[in-house]
């Protein structure tokens, strides 16, 4: 009986191909479009969710206007953030972020290209990134102190222990 049904469905497939090709068509980009969604969803979701305190973390944005056109960016003003945080009792930790630029470090003949970012010392407080070495609590203490990932730290010290070491940082202009 179910053999007598899949024989008579590819008949009228065969029957019927153009209409056959629209509905398979549709089906297929209908479900690439639902895939695409819940993949969006899920990103918008999820976006930074394996910080503790996720819930909890804001970014404030800036709206400027140019030419006719608004645009959105990250800049703000550096006091921003001591003026939010003295202005509203609610705000625990306010972090100053300077994003866009290129440093050159230079270790001994070794020399390093990085897409450097300047922050606060309370940045290590509001976002628990996982260090593989020394204290959330004292990284960014001292002003000329910087966070290497492994693998950049790998580059330059090899097997050494980078913690012990200094170098030259030089910062190229942002782009």
Not at 104 to 120: M, Q, T
């Amino acid at each position: 009986m179910f053999r007598n049904y899949i024989t008579v469905a590819f008949r009228n497939l065969r029957k019927n191909k153009g209409y056959t090709f629209l509905n398979i068509a549709g089906l297929a980009v209908g479900m690439a479009c639902a895939f695409l969604i819940m993949l969006w969803v899920h990103d918008e979701l999820t976006f930074n969710a394996f910080h503790k305190n996720y819930d909890k973390l804001y970014q404030v944005k800036h709206n400027w206007n140019f030419d006719g056109t608004i645009s959105t960016g990250s800049p703000t003003p550096f006091s921003l953030a001591n003026g939010l945080k003295s202005e509203f009792s609610e705000i625990q930790y306010a972090c100053r972020v300077d994003w866009n630029h290129s440093s050159l470090l230079r270790i001994g003949d070794k020399k390093i290209n990085l897409s450097s970012r300047f922050v606060d010392s309370t940045f290590l407080k509001m976002f628990s990134f996982r260090m593989l070495q020394g204290s959330p609590k004292t990284a960014l203490n001292d002003p000329n102190s910087i966070i290497l990932t492994e693998e950049k730290a790998k580059v330059l010290f090899g097997d050494e222990d980078p913690l012990v070491k200094s170098s030259d940082l030089t910062t190229k202009t942002p782009r």
